[in-house]
């Protein structure tokens, strides 16, 4: 139903912009290192990742509007962005952040969420920022049919936006002297190349994963810009 679409993405946008205001707006008395100064919070895959949804969420509340009032031909555009977002981007980097961080978590917390953390953000915010976005990204690919793009281009894109973060990392470390997490310090140079390849071919196969799922629920045949009936 698109009017039962169109108050969902409401809601998930509004979820994913309180959310990233919250964890962007987190105050503490004691003086973080400079590593924390360099870039704020803009240095973090999960803050990045809340704000990407948020966009995400933004862009397909969008398209459902704009379907409803009959803007056809600027809901076919919205509709395109929010399949590239999604397909992309929203599905594999959210499916990425919430295993590997609780997968890290799970072997030594103080490598990516120090326990010194708890009293700075609540439990509940970190749930939201790490265990939720899980079932939304599956939730959406449930709730309606996502065309994704020629293999190829998806995972230069996917890639490339890879490769831009991995640079922004490196980057803060050669201002700083410091790394975003205490995990990379563990690693030599050529291990880290190792670390960055393998987490690469890790969010590439949830990429076709999220592509497989998108097949096997929905069939070739539904990728098409039917707006009246979506």
């Given at each position: 139903?698109?009017?039962?679409?169109?108050?969902?993405?409401?809601?998930?946008?509004?979820?994913?912009?309180?959310?990233?205001?919250?964890?962007?707006?987190?105050?503490?008395?004691?003086?973080?290192?400079?590593?924390?100064?360099?870039?704020?919070?803009?240095?973090?895959?999960?803050?990045?990742?809340?704000?990407?949804?948020?966009?995400?969420?933004?862009?397909?509340?969008?398209?459902?509007?704009?379907?409803?009032?009959?803007?056809?031909?600027?809901?076919?555009?919205?509709?395109?962005?929010?399949?590239?977002?999604?397909?992309?981007?929203?599905?594999?980097?959210?499916?990425?952040?919430?295993?590997?961080?609780?997968?890290?978590?799970?072997?030594?917390?103080?490598?990516?969420?120090?326990?010194?953390?708890?009293?700075?953000?609540?439990?509940?915010?970190?749930?939201a920022m790490h265990t939720a976005i899980l079932p939304f990204a599956v939730l959406e690919i449930l709730a309606l049919p996502h065309r994704y793009p020629a293999k190829k281009k998806g995972l230069i894109?996917?890639?490339?936006?890879?490769?831009?973060?991995i640079s922004w990392v490196l980057w803060i470390y050669s201002v700083t002297g410091e790394w975003v997490y205490p995990l990379f310090a563990l690693f030599s140079p050529a291990g880290l190349a190792a670390?960055?390849?393998?987490?690469?071919?890790?969010?590439?196969?949830?990429?076709?994963?999220?592509?497989?799922?998108?097949?096997?629920?929905?069939?070739?045949?539904?990728?098409?810009?039917?707006?009246?009936?979506?």
């Amino acid at each position: 139903d698109g009017a039962t679409m169109t108050l969902y993405h409401c809601l998930a946008f509004v979820w994913y912009f309180f959310i990233s205001y919250s964890v962007t707006n987190i105050r503490t008395e004691e003086r973080p290192s400079e590593v924390f100064f360099y870039g704020g919070q803009w240095k973090y895959l999960t803050v990045l990742n809340l704000v990407l949804q948020a966009v995400f969420y933004g862009v397909s509340f969008l398209a459902d509007v704009l379907r409803l009032i009959k803007k056809l031909r600027c809901a076919k555009c919205a509709v395109s962005s929010r399949d590239l977002l999604f397909s992309v981007l929203a599905f594999p980097v959210s499916t990425f952040v919430s295993i590997s961080f609780w997968t890290l978590y799970s072997y030594n917390r103080e490598l990516v969420y120090p326990k010194s953390l708890d009293g700075v953000i609540p439990l509940w915010l970190n749930h939201a920022m790490h265990t939720a976005i899980l079932p939304f990204a599956v939730l959406e690919i449930l709730a309606l049919p996502h065309r994704y793009p020629a293999k190829k281009k998806g995972l230069i894109l996917l890639g490339f936006v890879s490769f831009l973060y991995i640079s922004w990392v490196l980057w803060i470390y050669s201002v700083t002297g410091e790394w975003v997490y205490p995990l990379f310090a563990l690693f030599s140079p050529a291990g880290l190349a190792a670390f960055f390849a393998i987490s690469l071919a890790i969010i590439i196969s949830f990429y076709n994963f999220g592509e497989f799922l998108n097949r096997i629920i929905w069939g070739q045949s539904k990728f098409c810009f039917s707006l009246l009936s979506m």
